[in-house]
């Protein structure tokens, strides 16, 4: 249905709806009907009050994200012409909100001078969520309403409120249950009765004694958690300048630091990595009508870290599992790790005993395959070996029903010689959780040379059911997420032979935005993790080309990573802070020595470009193989599963921000002083020389 705002109810009484499905978005076809809507209103003399509602069972879901940017935002009337025009109304105007008021629509509703609630209203201001923050007087009208710790906590969080807890901070007046529409319009006609002046929040005075802390810890807070995120602390500001500045220039204030943040590169990314989600889910060459193969009893092997994660994921969107293991202790290891993390999440308050309980009942143990007869998608998380893989699935081949999915979480082993294994490699798929299992979003879902069409669907609508963000990649080593870790850890050990120190590598990627940096990574995942695949790599690797010694011989020395206590970092027993330790300097230094490398002083501008340059043309290859459906769907792995900061949208839409030209021409330059690795992937090439970048491909 085309937008419209419909006149409607009593005579005395009128109701502009927000009619604009599916959210009733404030685009520039309806931001003209509602306007329309008030002015028709406002000339009747018949008309007391105005109620201003949505269609369906949303109030509104504020701006249209696809038309920031567009002439369409700025098309008049403007949202900020309309929030001026009902503040400034005469006729008491009332916002009748059923379900959602978000952003925009909400900050329509504050310009009202009532809002009234139904027990399934939401409200929020989730701009920040988008490197926002909201801009058209929510950060000055928000906290005059309710004051400046709440509106901080609203504003900076971005996360709903649900109607009855805003009635409590008086983010609306009223919760109304029953018939809605009819009980906001009594309600506007009570109001002209009263008579008196209508509330307006703009001139509702606002105090606040002990700012200096409150701010303080709210930028602190704000820098903690989104480290390198300006929209939080722009958010802060905007709440401060209402408390500073009177109500119109407040106003301005606030339109200028949205300005900035529209055309800054932090929202541009966080704009990209939402459509990027949603676009993931989308199967390139299957209609969206395909048949998915239903998925209900599942199975997982290996109750080890991951298959421990694996279960949870399933219990907590309340599917029935069984684990099955090789050993009963290992089983008993693996369900005493499932309570150890419930119990966590109850101790915090995020889950109820009784929730807690109904998980663990839906998850059943056993030591024997047969009793995975009846699961419709088997999971296998045991070791990253190959033969014990085949074993498992010529198992599963034997005793899973016909149409079962049997699907690996292998990391980087080939899918299709596991399924090759099987009498049905159509239905076989990889399943890549990440970990912990039960806490990455991440999903990615490996498609084999055979893997049936259903089952693909299948299993990327699974993903969906248990909350996780599902990638289709192909069938390569790695993948798409550890194929381009490859390189960017290759590149990140080069750098320490070359001179850079442990701490000086991961400061500038940690810097660059990254969750940690590459080496501490490495100490977390696992080192002797890393080793393996390089020792199952090993025969393929021509022997000319740059090997670095330097984490074998860390795994010589015993030294994995944090669960030895020592790796590339040291670790004191207990705690994950890593220590530089000199002894892994001093190796360091052996290792270039013997590999007659002279070592040099690196800028932080260089270890960046090293490794982050290294990811980006191995995410080229990939799209370019067709092992990526498209170049948003890398970018989506890379944010979600390995801590590649959001606000830069990822490797490839950060190549696109530098400029594909630069970034090929740095490749070429680090191509002719390092040699073949930094080969020019052939799609990057094409783009650099015709002017396009990755999201047009
Ligand atoms: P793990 O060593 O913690 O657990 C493996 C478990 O499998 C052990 O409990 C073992 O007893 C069990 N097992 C071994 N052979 C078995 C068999 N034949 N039948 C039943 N159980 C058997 O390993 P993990 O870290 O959980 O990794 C499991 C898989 O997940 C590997 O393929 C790994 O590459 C992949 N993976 C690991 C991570 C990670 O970060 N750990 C991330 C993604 C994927």
Known sequence: MLASANQG?????????????????????????VMAGLEAALADAAVKAIVLTGAGKIFCGGADLRQFNTPAASATPSLQA?????????????????????????????????????????????????????????????????????????????????????????????????????AAVAYARRVVVTGGAHPVAAQRPIALADRQMVFTAAREQASKQKRGFPAPLACISCVEAAL??????????????????????????????????????????????????????????????????????????????ILMEARREALERGLALIRKNYAATVAKGKLSQEALESRLSIISTTLDYQDLHDADLVIEAVFEDMVVKKEVFQQLDQVCKPGAIMASNTSRLDLNEIAAGTSRPQDVIGLHFFSPANVMRLLEVVRGAATAADV??????????????????????????????????????????????????????YNFGMAMGPLAMA????????????????????????????????????????????????????????????????????????????????????????????????????????????????????????????????????????????????ICEYHRRHGEYWEPAPLLERLAMTGKNFHGV
């Open 9 to 33: 109810g009593d005579s005395d009484v009128a109701v502009i709806r927000l009619d604009n499905p599916p959210v009733n978005g404030l685009s520039h076809q309806v931001r003209p009907t």
């Open 82 to 182: 309309l929030v001026e025009r009902i503040e400034a109304s005469p006729k008491p105007v009332v916002a009748a909100i059923d379900g959602i008021a978000y952003g925009g629509g909400f900050e329509l509703a504050l310009a009202c001078h009532y809002r009234l609630v139904s027990p399934q209203a939401k409200l929020a201001l989730p701009e920040v969520k988008l490197g926002l923050l909201p801009g058209c007087g929510g950060t000055q009208r928000l906290p005059r309403l309710i004051g400046v710790d709440a509106a901080l906590r609203i504003i900076v969080g971005g996360d709903p409120v649900a109607a009855l807890d805003a009635v409590r901070l008086g983010m609306a007046d009223v919760l109304i249950e029953g018939d809605f529409l009819a």
């Open 244 to 321: 500073d500045l009177p109500f119109e220039e407040g106003l301005k204030f606030e339109h200028q630091q949205f300005t900035a943040l529209l055309n800054g590169s932090e929202s541009k990314a966080l704009r990209h990595l939402f459509f990027a989600e949603r676009e993931a889910a989308k199967i390139v060459d299957l209609p969206s009508s395909q048949a998915r193969r239903p998925i209900t009893q599942v199975g997982v092997i290996g109750a080890g870290t991951m298959g421990a994660g694996i279960t949870m994921c399933f219990a907590n969107a309340g599917m029935p599992v």
């Open 456 to 509: 693909v669907a299948g299993a990327m609508q699974l993903a969906k059911t248990i909350g996780k963000i599902g990638v289709l990649v192909g069938v390569c080593e790695g993948f798409v997420g550890n194929r381009m870790l490859t390189p960017y850890a290759r590149e990140a050990q080069f750098l320490l032979e070359e001179g850079a120190s442990v701490q000086q590598v991961d400061r500038a990627l």
């Open 523 to 666: 100490d977390m995942a696992g080192l002797d993790i890393a080793r393996a695949a390089r020792l199952r790599l090993a025969p393929t690797r021509p022997a000319h080309l740059r090997y670095s010694q330097v984490a074998d011989r860390i795994c010589d020395m015993g030294r994995f990573g944090q669960k030895t206590g020592a790796g590339f970092y040291r670790y004191e027993a207990g705690s994950r802070t890593p220590i530089p330790d000199p002894e892994i300097e001093a190796l360091i230094e052996r290792c270039a020595q013997e590999a007659q490398i002279q070592r040099r002083s690196l800028s932080q501008e260089e270890i960046v470009e090293r490794t982050i340059y290294a990811l980006i043309n191995e995410g080229a290859r990939i799209l370019e193989q067709g092992i990526a459906q498209r170049a948003s769907d890398i970018d989506t792995v890379y944010v979600n599963g390995y801590g590649f900061p959001a606000y830069r949208g990822g490797p490839l839409f950060y190549a696109d921000t530098v400029g594909l030209d630069k970034v090929y021409a740095r």
